[in-house]
């Protein structure tokens, strides 16, 4: 069993930048890869980020593509989103992720591939 614990949401002005945290404990985590899901009002959830048990190999949404880095360090069993160049379609509640084996990228962007899910932290970005 793996609980997630997310950190760092909260109000930000179009074009700023915002940095999340997910801590993991139960199991180590470097056994697992990690992502990032969001949900925002009237919207199902949708996949923002993944990334590889070792940090190597990493995947986004075209639609945070070069705004967004997930990165990780197995070390404090955390993995982060640096979200920079905020847009007001950004507002969501945030969802950490952790799923069992080596990242796939055919199946990486689908909730299914994800065993485990924070509470999510919430992410408001005004005009």
């Known amino acids: 069993q793996v609980q997630l614990v997310e950190s760092g949401g909260g109000l930000v002005q179009a074009g700023g930048s915002l940095r999340l945290s997910c801590a993991a404990s139960g199991r180590p985590f470097s056994n697992y890869h990690g992502g990032w899901f969001r949900q925002a009002p009237g919207k199902e959830r949708e996949f923002v980020a993944a990334i590889g048990w070792s940090g190597g190999n990493t995947a986004y949404a075209d639609s945070v593509k070069g705004r967004f880095t997930i990165s990780r360090d197995n070390a404090k069993n955390t993995v982060y989103l640096q979200m920079n160049s905020l847009q007001p379609e950004d507002t969501a509640v945030y969802y950490c992720?952790?799923?069992?084996?080596?990242?796939?990228?055919?199946?990486?962007?689908?909730?299914?591939?994800?065993?485990?899910w924070g509470q999510g932290t919430q992410v408001t970005v005004s005009s």
């Open positions: 992720t952790a799923g069992s084996g080596s990242m796939s990228y055919s199946t990486a962007k689908f909730p299914q591939a994800y065993n485990y």
